[in-house]
């Protein structure tokens, strides 16, 4: 007898057998029944708003460690080994591109407990000047969104590489100034209350300022081309990277003008 089944049996034009496919067994028609009829997204896309809700999260643990640390006045015996390991974690969130929460979150409470312990002593040899370089920071912060927010300048794929180079290459002169201050009372003078320490300061700002940049271009991309909304994590980690960045460079050019009396 002929199957009339459209699925198991088809037939040419000439009524001759073109294909025809094994019957599934009632295991594999138990599976096809359950499947979905459609496939869901994988992730949901990234947002502005997650962002914000990382930075503050990311920010806020950093705060509070630093805020802790101060209080307890814990000393470089604890901030030494949390800023290794801190340096250690934000490397590896770095090069691996890591979204992972803990990895992050634990960059914020080891360089908080740094910061703090090294406000601390800035704010005993300079009365105030953590509150000047916190208001600082923020105005940074501000005016530099607000030249990327109102498109007075967009970063481009070759400002990008200026500024990764410009800041490999203040990295390598700040590591040939502490070498050559072993030998040399203040090395190269570049972290010196001098002129050129002046200068280099400014820059390494403006160099924390070009970072916020990029780190907003990179955000504004990534929600475009609708990445996962876990990434919003590794967002928040550059955000936080800069605004340290730009904190402790301010905090150091201040003390070059503040009166330790």
């Not at 800023?83 to 360089?111: D, E, R």
């Not at 090395?187 to 403006?206: A, H």
């Not at 909304?229 to 050019?253: C, D, K, N, P, Q």
Request: include cysteine; proline fraction near 5%.
């Amino acid at each position: 007898m002929e199957s009339k089944n459209p699925i198991f049996s088809r037939r040419g034009a000439a009524g001759q057998q073109a294909w025809a496919g094994p019957a599934p067994s009632v295991q594999q028609l138990n599976q096809m029944y359950a499947a979905p009829s459609y496939a869901p997204p994988a992730a949901r896309a990234m947002t502005i708003d997650d962002v914000v809700v990382r930075g503050f999260m990311t920010l806020g643990t950093l705060v509070v460690s630093a805020a802790l640390a101060w209080y307890f006045n814990v000393g470089w015996g604890l901030a030494a080994p949390a800023m290794i390991v801190g340096l250690i974690l934000g490397l590896i969130v770095s090069f691996k591109q890591s979204t992972n929460p803990a990895l992050i979150l634990g960059y914020s409470v080891c360089y908080g407990v740094a910061i703090g312990v090294l406000s601390h002593m800035y704010d005993d040899v300079y009365n105030g000047i953590v509150l000047q370089a916190v208001l600082g920071t923020m105005v940074a912060f501000g005016g530099t969104l607000a030249v990327y927010a109102l498109k007075i300048f967009r970063p481009t794929p070759k400002f990008a590489k200026f500024v990764i180079a410009a800041a490999f290459g203040a990295v390598g002169l700040m590591l040939i100034n502490w070498i050559a201050g072993i030998f040399v009372s203040g090395g190269l003078g570049l972290r010196t209350d001098s002129p050129i320490g002046w200068v280099f300061s400014i820059g390494m700002i403006l160099l924390g300022c070009f970072f916020l940049l990029l780190d907003f271009s990179e955000i504004e991309a990534g929600v475009r081309a609708g990445v996962p909304e876990r990434y919003s994590w590794l967002m928040a980690f550059g955000l936080t990277l800069s605004l340290v960045w730009l904190y402790l460079e301010i905090l150091r050019f201040i003390s070059y003008f503040t009166n330790n009396d």
